[in-house]
């Protein structure tokens, strides 16, 4: 069986960029720029803390969307599923009412890494919560969410891709 290949983490961007990360890796300077930006991790180690965290962005942004039974970091998410986060909803008939359960998963990859990278992934799970698939009306909730979602979805998959070179995380 062949193994699989690391993922292309900046496979939608124009070749340029994904060339000029690439040189920035190479050439040792990726670290220094991203450290330049954000000197220093968050503080949300636990899954309590995850879920406080979500919930505070959640309850500002999205109050009418029905509530989160449980979220956690997973440790298993980046390998298995080759995934950052995920989102479920479980609708379970219980009588003659359903019960819906929620749930948003982040990848332990994100428990080191600065909080701006962290609100990314999470808004972009909450996103979910609303607008199922990535269409306009789904990217133009996570600007509202987080204005400058695209420049950080950027850098995180810019850090990743330097993490799968390098191995060395930063934070």
């Known amino acids: 069986?062949?193994?699989?290949?690391?993922?292309?983490y900046l496979a939608g961007y124009a070749p340029a960029l994904s060339l000029q990360i690439a040189e920035l890796i190479a050439e040792q300077k990726l670290a220094k720029v991203l450290l330049t930006?954000?000197?220093?991790?968050?503080?949300?180690?636990?899954?309590?803390?995850l879920y406080d965290y979500v919930m505070d962005i959640k309850n500002q942004f999205l109050r009418k969307v029905g509530t989160l039974n449980k979220v956690a970091f997973d440790s298993k998410l980046h390998i298995t599923h080759s995934a950052l986060?995920?989102?479920?909803?479980?609708?379970?008939?219980?009588?003659?009412?359903?019960?819906?359960?929620?749930?948003?998963?982040?990848?332990?990859?994100?428990?080191?890494?600065?909080?701006e990278f962290l609100r990314m992934i999470v808004v972009h799970e909450l996103a979910h919560s609303k607008e199922h698939d990535h269409n306009k009306a789904f990217y133009q909730l996570c600007q509202h969410m987080q204005p400058n979602y695209h420049q950080m979805e950027f850098e995180v998959r810019a850090y990743l891709t330097y993490l799968d070179a390098n191995g060395a995380p930063l934070w």
């Open 37 to 49: 930006k954000y000197p220093k991790a968050h503080a949300v180690r636990t899954d309590r803390a």
């Open 85 to 115: 986060g995920t989102h479920t909803s479980v609708s379970r008939a219980h009588g003659h009412t359903l019960l819906a359960k929620r749930e948003i998963r982040v990848a332990t990859v994100f428990k080191d890494m600065p909080d």
């Open 1 to 8: 069986m062949k193994p699989k290949a690391a993922p292309n």
